[in-house]
């Protein structure tokens, strides 16, 4: 089973229904019990950084996943503001974030790209990972993002994307990964690695 992390991101929801049209047991919950049950984390992503460290303050959700993730090694998955929030700083709100990953959230410069990115864009992989079993070395996810990760750890990138400027566009280390495109948006190929993901 695997538990999607609930607190009232607007994609939470069409992960899960991503997971059900594959025939993945899953979860929305916000309940510790129930998600301490699960096999997986997933922690979706829409809004902005703050808000998001806002809510799982207020549903004292903060301890849990990190225990799930950095304690009992469960496969993770941060998508989109999932991703951002797994570093230390934001501009985005001025939030303090995780901290799990050293490295922070800048937002893209309006002079060089229309802002947010919108749309469409091909990730670029660094290396062979099993999350990404039968998908090419480039391929194109849907991305809605303002904001983009800096980490101070080159080794831990495993996808760069262009626009206006290369920017890491996944992570992975150890049972940690997370990605700034929306994989339950992102077709046949986001469902691939939603798939892979939920084999690990």
């Known amino acids: 089973m695997i538990g999607i992390i609930d607190y009232k991101a607007g ?75 797994l570093f230390e700083k934001s501009e985005e709100d001025d939030a303090t974030c995780l901290g799990w990953f050293k490295g922070d959230v800048v937002r893209f410069d309006e002079k060089d790209v229309r802002v947010p990115q919108i749309g469409w864009n091909s990730a ?30 080159s080794e831990i990138a495993l996808a760069y994307t262009n626009y206006g400027k290369q920017f890491c566009s996944m992570i992975n280390k150890d049972n940690i990964y997370a990605s700034q495109f929306h994989v339950e948006k992102s077709g046949e190929i986001g469902l691939k690695l939603l798939k892979n993901f939920a084999s690990l």
């Open 124 to 153: 670029k992989f660094t290396r062979d990972n099993a999350i990404l079993d039968g998908i090419g070395e480039e391929e194109y996810f849907y991305f809605v993002n303002s904001y983009y990760i800096r980490p101070k750890d």
């Open 11 to 85: 994609n939470g929801p069409s992960v899960k229904s991503a997971l059900s049209h594959l025939g993945i047991d899953a979860v929305l919950s916000a309940d510790k019990k129930i998600l301490s049950e699960c096999s997986h984390i997933i922690l979706p992503g829409v809004g902005s950084a703050g808000a998001t460290m806002d809510s799982l303050r207020e549903l004292d959700l903060i301890d849990t996943i990190s225990e799930h993730a950095l304690v009992n090694k469960k496969p993770f998955m941060g998508i989109c503001v999932g991703l951002q929030v």
